[in-house]
C-alpha cells in the first residue's frame, strides 16, 4: 500500500481554493460530476479514446462568465489510450498539477488493476484505498471474509457443485466481456454440469474458470442495493446516512423473464440460459419497518471495516441484498466505494437523502458536500487515502 506519507506531502502542494474533483470516466462518473458542480467544484474526467463522447461531448460543461455552469457537468477531459494509462507518471502528475480529489469507481480498480491503484496511484483518493480489494472475490480477506467477521448474513455457500440440492448461482467472469458476468443458476449437479457445457461451447464462460467460482444458493426475493454514506466528519447526527435504494435491469434476464412461459419454452439453446450483465438501475424504497435492519447492517460493516481496514469506511458505500420470504436480509455483494446505480438518482436525489438533508441529495453530491465541509474546515487528510 502506498505510504500515506506520500498522499499528505502532495496533498500539501494543494491550493484548496482550487480543489478539483475528479474521477475516471465509466461507472458512476456522471454521478459524481453532477454532484461536484452543485457544490460549486470544477470536475475533470480521465476518459479512454471511443468511449468518451457522453463526458466530452454531450455532459460537457458551459460556464457563464461568473463562473456557474450554464450547461453540462465535465469541466475538463484528460483524452487516454487506455483507462489503465490512469496511473502512469505523466498522468498522475497532471492531475496532481490540477489539484485533484480523485473518486474512487469500480471500473478503476478493474482497468487500471488493485495493484496499481493500491502500490502506485499517487493521488489522493477521496475514500478507502485498502478497501477496494475486498471487491475481488476469492482473495484472502475479501468481501465475504469482512462479511464473517462482522456476523453479517450472506447466502449459504456451495463448496462442491455435487453438493448442490436447490437454486444456486454460479458467480464467474465472463470469458468474452472480461469484466462483466457469466453467471448461471442450477438446481442439481446435472443441470450444473449441462449448462456448465453448454456456456464453455458458446463461449461465454471458460472451463478454468469454473474450479474459482462462487457457488452460494439462490435467495428468491426482491434485490434492494442499499446505497449508505459514512462521514468521518460528522459530529452532531449519525455518521451513517443510508441515501438511497436502487436494483438492477440485467440482460438478457430482463428480457427473459418478460416472456411468456410458452416463449420461454421455444427459446433455442443459445437464448435458454440469460445472462446476468447489468446495463441499467432503478429506484426503490423499502417498507419503513425494514429499515432499522438495514441500519443494523451497515453499522456492523462500519466496526468490521475499522477494526480490519483501519480507518474502515470513507464516503459512499453499497450493500447489496436479498430479501427472503421470511423479510431478513441476505448480502450477496459489497461495493467499498460509490455504487454502480447512483446514477439513477442524479440531480433528483435519493429519497432518503433528500428527507435526511431537506434538499436534493445524491451520492455525488453527497460526496461533494463531504469534500466542501473539508475543504472549509481545514480536514481533507480526514477523508483521503
Given amino acids: 500500500m502506498i505510504d500515506r506519507d506520500t498522499i499528505i506531502a502532495n496533498l500539501q502542494r494543494y491550493d484548496p481554493k482550487k480543489i478539483k474533483i475528479g474521477v475516471l470516466a465509466s461507472h458512476s462518473a456522471l454521478d459524481v460530476c453532477d454532484g461536484a458542480v452543485e457544490e460549486g467544484f470544477h470536475t475533470l474526467a480521465v476518459c479512454q479514446e471511443g468511449r468518451d463522447s457522453a463526458y466530452t461531448k454531450y455532459f460537457k460543461a458551459f ?13 475538463e477531459a484528460i483524452m487516454l489510450n487506455k483507462f489503465k494509462e490512469a496511473t502512469t507518471p505523466k498522468v498522475m502528475e497532471r492531475l496532481l498539477k490540477e489539484n485533484v480529489l480523485f473518486v474512487p469507481n469500480r471500473s478503476f480498480t478493474s482497468y487500471c488493476g488493485i495493484d496499481a491503484v493500491e ?62 458476468r457469466g453467471f448461471f443458476t ?47 466528519l460528522e459530529e452532531k447526527g449519525s455518521r451513517i446516512e443510508l441515501l ?103 440531480s433528483v436525489g435519493h429519497p432518503y437523502g433528500n428527507s435526511l438533508w431537506r434538499r436534493s441529495m445524491s451520492t455525488g453530491r453527497r460526496l461533494a458536500m463531504e469534500i466542501r465541509r473539508a475543504v472549509d474546515e481545514g480536514r481533507i487528510p480526514e477523508i483521503v487515502t
Fill in 63 to 75: 460556464r457563464g462568465t461568473d463562473g456557474k455552469v450554464r450547461r453540462g457537468i465535465v469541466d
Fill in 119 to 180: 502500490n502506485d496511484f499517487n493521488v489522493p483518493m477521496v475514500g478507502s484505498r485498502n478497501l477496494l480489494r475486498c471487491e475481488d472475490r476469492g482473495g484472502e480477506k475479501d468481501y465475504y471474509w469482512l462479511l464473517d467477521q462482522a456476523g453479517m448474513p450472506s447466502p449459504r455457500k456451495v463448496k462442491d457443485p455435487r453438493d448442490i440440492s436447490a437454486l444456486t448461482i454460479v458467480k464467474l467472469h465472463h470469458k468474452q466481456k472480461k469484466l462483466e
Fill in 186 to 232: 442450477a438446481s442439481s449437479f446435472k443441470e450444473y454440469q449441462e449448462k456448465s457445457q453448454k456456456l464453455i461451447s458458446q463461449g461465454v464462460i471458460e472451463e478454468g474458470s469454473l474450479s474459482e467460482a462462487r457457488m452460494e444458493e439462490y435467495i428468491i426475493g426482491p434485490v434492494f442495493n442499499l446505497d449508505f454514506f459514512c462521514s468521518p
Fill in 244 to 346: 438511497g435504494i436502487d436494483w438492477r435491469f440485467e440482460s438478457s434476464l430482463d428480457g427473459f423473464v418478460r416472456l411468456p412461459a410458452e416463449q420461454q419454452l421455444a427459446l433455442n439453446d443459445a437464448q435458454r440460459i440469460p445472462e446476468y450483465t447489468v446495463c441499467g438501475h432503478n429506484s426503490s424504497t423499502m417498507r419503513e419497518s425494514l429499515l432499522d435492519g438495514a441500519f443494523e447492517l451497515a453499522e456492523k460493516f462500519i466496526k468490521a471495516a475499522e477494526k480490519h481496514f483501519s480507518p474502515g469506511m470513507i464516503g459512499p458505500f453499497c450493500l447489496q441484498t436479498c430479501v427472503d420470504k421470511d423479510l431478513h436480509f441476505f448480502i450477496y455483494d459489497v461495493a467499498p466505494r460509490i455504487g454502480g446505480g447512483t446514477n439513477v438518482h442524479m
